[in-house]
């Protein structure tokens, strides 16, 4: 087990295990970033539990043959489960299995898991886990998109950034979370830095022009329009809520 909370005694906001044969990946991503500074200021405690410390035979095995044959391996339930039960010893929260299966990773799930004390990432590898472990360890299952990649770990490390990015304090600047794409139902606009002349290209006008009022309107609308061009789902999304609500507020006054 590898536990990564810089100061002692002080308690996290969110307590994270992972589950994984491979707690080096996990080791390196916590030196790095957004993460590393979760854990340096106290909003996350990570820790890391190494599946083959769970093992009962001398190889440290973890996985063995598919019952019906059939390509790949599959974890072993037994090390899995007791791997699993010992992070529940210490982490206080959901056991959340990363697979193609799960639900599909969004905005609004990094925010709801943002609001726990603590929760439990368990990484497949090979073909999978053994499904008793679904049934009887897994309170959810995530998915971070449709594709396959080898491995839960950096399935588990995609949600662990976008869940800590939205924790108070951990990013330099507050408002940087809530100008990011999906917080507010958009997508970011764009963004530009020094020189004011690249290669031909200009910055647009009004973003020199020191006026925070127009700077804002313009931001706002490029913001809408990206979206309308790239992800016009996300407005139809929205505005269906907006109208849902709006059905729920006369509902509420008709009764009234
Ligand atoms: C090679 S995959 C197994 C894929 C599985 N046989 C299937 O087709 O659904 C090995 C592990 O990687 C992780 N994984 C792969 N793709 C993922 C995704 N899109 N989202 C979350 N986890 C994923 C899961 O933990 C999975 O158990």
Redesign the pocket.
């Known amino acids: 087990m590898t536990c990564h909370d810089a100061r002692q005694g002080r308690v996290s906001k969110v307590q994270v295990g992972v589950i994984t044969i491979f707690p080096e990946i996990l080791d390196a991503v916590a030196e790095f970033g957004t993460i590393r500074r979760a854990i340096e200021s106290g909003s996350l405690g990570l820790e890391s539990l190494d599946i083959r410390d769970y093992a009962s035979d001398r190889r440290r095995t973890v996985d063995d043959r598919p019952y019906g044959g059939g390509p790949g391996m599959v974890l072993l339930p037994g090390p899995l489960a007791s791997c699993i039960d010992a992070a529940k010893q210490r982490v206080d929260g959901p056991v959340i ?6 639900e599909r990773f969004n905005h609004a799930i990094a925010r709801e898991l943002a609001e726990l004390s603590g929760m439990i990432l368990v ?7 053994d499904q008793r472990i679904v049934e009887t360890r897994i309170d959810r299952e ?4 449709d ?6 770990e950096f ?1 588990a490390m995609v949600l662990l950034d976008a869940v800590v990015r939205l924790l108070p304090g951990v990013l330099g600047n507050e408002e940087s979370a809530l100008q990011d794409s999906f917080s507010n139902g958009m997508l970011d606009c764009p963004h530009y830095t020094r020189p004011e002349s690249f290669e031909g290209l200009n910055v647009p006008q009004v973003l020199l022009s020191g006026n925070h009022q127009e700077i804002q309107r313009w931001r706002e609308q490029q913001a809408f329009d990206w979206t309308r061009n790239r992800r016009p789902d996300l407005i139809e999304s929205s505005s269906r809520l907006e109208s849902e609500n709006e059905t729920d507020l006369n509902t509420v006054d008709n009764h009234q």
């Open positions: 299995y990363l697979t193609p299966q799960g990484c497949g590898r090979y073909e999978g886990i995530i998915s971070i998109g594709y396959v990649v080898s491995g839960g399935p």
